[in-house]
């Protein structure tokens, strides 16, 4: 099978992957260019993502807390008299 034959095989499959990524371009363009002509909007860009990283530890640590209280028991050494 040639390189051509493969890729017109495979075309239909795969199809989503350039469009995909010509999608993802395009809009890293624009918002390059409205970070551009509106500079405030890289700040509550960068705010908005330091806000989502916060709040996304706080839920981890608040479920770890939970889980650790529901497990607790289950680390208590029971002592063994002979």
Same mark, same amino acid.
């Given at each position: ?15 989503? =992957? ?5 999608? !993802?371009?395009?809009?890293? %363009? $624009? @918002? /390059?260019? =409205? ?5 405030? !909007?890289?700040?509550?860009? %960068? $705010? @908005? /993502? ?33």
């Amino acid at each position: 099978m040639r390189v051509r034959e493969f890729f017109l095989w495979q075309a239909g499959e795969y199809d989503f =992957l350039w469009k995909s990524q010509m999608l !993802l371009g395009v809009l890293l %363009v $624009a @918002t /390059g260019v =409205l970070i551009v002509l509106f500079p405030r !909007l890289l700040a509550a860009m %960068v $705010a @908005t /993502g330091i806000i989502l990283a916060g709040a996304s530890l706080i839920g981890s640590a608040w479920r770890m807390r939970r889980l650790q209280r529901r497990s607790r028991h289950l680390y208590e050494i029971e002592s063994i008299e002979w």
